[in-house]
């Protein structure tokens, strides 16, 4: 158990290869030694600042090696820590900071045209929990005695900084990450060092990956999916090869100059490297495998993918650490293609019945529930949201319809919120989106429910069109006609440039339904 804590696990690496190479960013490369010099150097400072076990550590930072740093230095000190999205608007960020009680952050200097020191000159008047504020790059020392640089915290040689016990790594939090939000306002979910650690060490001897393992991080260290990556790779000894953001013609760069032989990310991460001209299978001959994930893997992109890595298909949430299941290299080739696959050793999934919450049979469709060691702590400051969330079994309730066959494989149909109500008639956007994406003139599609008042809600297509195709609504309309029955026919076709993305590459149905729905009002 005690390689589940984040801490302890990159100690046992560090002893048995510290001059290995454990992190590549921006052409760096910092040894596990060299890393965790810097660790020390940040834990010892922020000790001495009065963070301590239970203390809230922020990470508003890009992918790169002071998130790292900084994940490790706040696992040592028994901290927990909060990675934040640079992006976030900045009442987004004060929502997320002053709900998780943030005391001490991480920010760049500046980022994305963001000057975050003046962004946090003024948080730092409405945030009294916030007590320290670290720059990145900071040229200069700013007025403020609150806001301190990096630079200065780990230029320090403190020799191997004496941190307080470890603790039980099922109990003590490693991280507290907000929910994507796709579907209402973000959660703070907490997660145990072995729900995040031990999770990532049973996916990564799922696919098979050794210590010799090259992995791009390009997935946003501020989502779980990024996270879970770190702590495959610390987990592992092997190395990570760090993407400040994801960008598809310095991701092929990477994978070529780097010898990267794991590529994880969501499936509009591997459709931009297929789309850009950069992109071909003779620089990619490193590649022996990765993960997609993160929302829907259609049977056709993960055929298109494999033909140059051999992807698996990973299913999981914030709230499961977040790996629930994956298929394996394997598995029968149909189940790899339109499953996500079995469960990681000691995880239980179930499938409940919507309206009554009990125990459905095998191939029925239901409400997906999980529990096993991967399961978060709970929800933060809503032990409501938590109790309703689980089953008087201890099971999660995922939000996911699905099947589950005789074989154990675990197939999604939909979300369960996300599921259409129109004339009493039940509607799973999925079903209309998988008949769409056939459409050689439909790019990408996301169907939602529009309020009304006779029907309840109609179905509506939102399309992104491919480039140049010449399409119309009712075109799509009778397309979808001669496959599906009448009432999963959408009755509204809009048509998009791009959809509103979360920063994890999820489509933002709420807003799209928002949007149609004032177009409507409007009319």
């Keep these: 158990m005690s390689s589940c804590h984040l801490a302890v696990a990159f100690e046992e690496q560090l002893r048995t290869r510290p001059d290995a190479v454990f992190v590549v960013d921006r052409g760096a490369r910092w040894t596990w030694r060299q890393v965790a010099a810097q660790a020390d150097a940040l834990a010892a400072s922020l000790s001495?600042?009065?963070?301590?076990?239970?203390?809230?550590?922020?990470?508003?930072?890009p992918n790169r090696l002071e998130w790292v740093v900084g994940a490790l230095a706040g696992a040592r000190l028994g901290l927990t820590l909060v990675p934040l999205d640079p992006a976030l608007s900045y009442l987004e960020l004060k929502?997320?900071?002053?709900?998780?009680?943030?005391?001490?952050?991480?920010?760049?200097?500046?980022?994305?045209?963001?000057?975050?020191?003046?962004?946090?000159?003024?948080?730092?008047?409405?945030?009294?929990?916030?007590?320290?504020?670290?720059?990145?790059?900071?040229?200069?020392?700013?007025?403020?005695?609150?806001?301190?640089?990096?630079?200065?915290?780990?230029?320090?040689?403190?020799?191997?900084?004496?941190?307080?016990?470890?603790?039980?790594?099922?109990?003590?939090?490693?991280?507290?990450?907000?929910?994507?939000?796709?579907?209402?306002?973000?959660?703070?979910?907490?997660?145990?060092?072995?729900?995040?650690?031990?999770?990532?060490?049973?996916?990564?001897?799922?696919?098979?990956?050794?210590?010799?393992?090259?992995?791009?991080?390009?997935?946003?260290?501020?989502?779980?999916?990024?996270?879970?990556?770190?702590?495959?790779v610390v987990a592992s000894g092997s190395t990570a090869v760090l993407q400040a953001r994801f960008e598809p013609g310095e991701a092929l760069r990477l994978v070529a100059e780097e010898g990267v032989t794991?590529?994880?990310?969501?499936?509009?991460?591997?459709?931009?490297?297929?789309?850009?001209?950069?992109?071909?299978?003779?620089?990619?001959?490193?590649?022996?495998?990765?993960?997609?994930?993160?929302?829907?893997?259609?049977?056709?992109?993960?055929?298109?993918?494999?033909?140059?890595?051999?992807?698996?298909?990973?299913?999981?949430?914030?709230?499961?650490?977040?790996?629930?299941?994956?298929?394996r290299r394997s598995d029968p080739a149909g189940k790899r293609a339109t499953t996500v696959g079995r469960p990681l050793p000691g995880v239980d999934v179930r499938v409940v019945?919507?309206?009554?919450?009990?125990?459905?049979?095998?191939?029925?469709?239901?409400?997906?529930?999980?529990?096993?060691?991967?399961?978060?702590?709970?929800?933060?400051?809503?032990?409501?949201?938590?109790?309703?969330?689980?089953?008087?079994?201890?099971?999660?309730?995922?939000?996911?319809l699905a099947v589950l066959d005789e074989e154990g494989f675990v197939q999604l149909i939909g979300r369960r919120k996300e599921l259409i109500i129109r004339g009493g008639q039940n509607v799973t956007p999925r079903e209309v989106e998988d008949v769409l994406r056939t459409h050689p003139a439909v790019e990408d599609v996301c169907v939602v429910g529009i309020p009304h008042e006779l029907l309840g809600e109609l179905v509506c297509a939102c399309l992104v069109p491919v480039e140049g195709a010449i399409v119309t609504g009712d075109e799509l309309k009778e397309f979808c006609r001669e496959q599906l029955v009448d009432y999963k026919v959408p009755d509204l076709v809009r048509f998009f440039d791009a959809f509103p993305l979360t920063g994890s590459g999820k489509v933002k149905r709420r807003e799209l339904a928002q949007v149609v729905g004032l177009e409507m009002s409007a009319t």
């Excluded at 490693?174 to 929910?179: P, R, V």
């Design 262 to 327: 794991r590529l994880n990310g969501v499936p509009t991460m591997f459709q931009l490297l297929m789309r850009d001209p950069g992109f071909g299978r003779a620089a990619l001959g490193t590649l022996r495998g990765g993960v997609v994930g993160g929302s829907q893997v259609t049977p056709d992109l993960v055929r298109r993918i494999r033909a140059w890595c051999e992807v698996e298909i990973a299913y999981g949430l914030t709230e499961t650490g977040p790996t629930v299941s994956l298929t």
């Design 48 to 61: 001495e600042r009065g963070l301590g076990p239970g203390s809230r550590l922020g990470l508003d930072l």
């Design 95 to 232: 929502y997320q900071l002053r709900q998780a009680e943030v005391a001490a952050v991480v920010v760049p200097a500046a980022w994305g045209g963001v000057d975050f020191l003046e962004l946090f000159d003024d948080l730092l008047q409405e945030l009294p929990d916030l007590r320290l504020v670290v720059t990145v790059d900071a040229e200069d020392a700013w007025l403020d005695e609150r806001i301190v640089r990096w630079e200065d915290l780990v230029a320090r040689d403190p020799g191997r900084f004496q941190a307080p016990p470890a603790g039980d790594p099922a109990t003590v939090p490693l991280a507290l990450l907000f929910t994507s939000g796709t579907m209402g306002k973000p959660k703070g979910v907490l997660l145990s060092h072995r729900n995040l650690v031990e999770t990532a060490r049973l996916t990564w001897e799922a696919m098979g990956g050794g210590e010799d393992e090259r992995t791009l991080l390009a997935v946003p260290l501020a989502h779980v999916f990024g996270v879970s990556m770190l702590a495959g």
């Design 353 to 400: 019945d919507v309206a009554t919450g009990a125990l459905h049979g095998l191939e029925a469709v239901g409400e997906l529930a999980v529990r096993g060691p991967n399961v978060m702590l709970g929800y933060h400051r809503a032990p409501g949201e938590t109790a309703r969330a689980t089953t008087p079994e201890g099971h999660f309730l995922t939000g996911d």
